[in-house]
């Protein structure tokens, strides 16, 4: 039986007392559900801001929760963590890749990672294929262009236009 299905008064009463509270506690749920989407970003920026202004505080409930469940806390670590900084690749995988190319760029062959001194695993939103090992800037450029190439080809014909004419007036549309 459904327990979140519409059901009539009769219906409701008829459940056994497990069966309602089980009902409730999905409505909560639900309920908290919808709030957290429609809500995420200044959810989110309320939970840094007091990560932020107590970070030992943060720290301590973290390792309270650890200690009621360690197994369950230690595989959403990991699971969190893999995500983030792999994208799904095995920590050999990113490093050969590192090693294959030369731990630079893809795109600018730079060596210097920069943000937080990782290289972005850059892959295909569409298929989730993993493509190469990038620099901040250039995954974040990729991010902007959407993995559009007709988009990225009009900037690049943009920036040829004003290289190849500098006596273009910028002033004017064409």
Known sequence: MDLLAP???????????EEKA???RRKQNLATAKYHAKNRLELN?????SRAKDPERHREYMRQ????DPPRQAAYIRKSRYKREFNGLTVEEYNAMERVQGSRC?????????????WH????????????LLCTGCNTGLGFFKDD??????????????????TIDHTTSS
Do not use: W
Not at 65 to 68: E, F, I, T, V, Y
């Open 7 to 17: 059901m009539g008064r009769a219906a409701v009463a008829a459940l056994t007392p």
């Open 149 to 166: 190439t007709d988009l990225m080809q009009r900037a690049i014909d943009y920036l040829n236009k004003f290289a190849l004419d500098s």
């Open 45 to 49: 920026a309320k939970a840094r801001a």
């Open 121 to 132: 695993v850059d892959h295909c939103h569409r298929t989730g294929h993993v493509r190469m």
């Open 65 to 68: 929760n650890r200690r009621k």
């Open 106 to 118: 893809g795109i600018c062959r730079t060596d210097k990672p920069g943000g937080r001194g990782r």
């Open 22 to 24: 089980e009902r409730k």
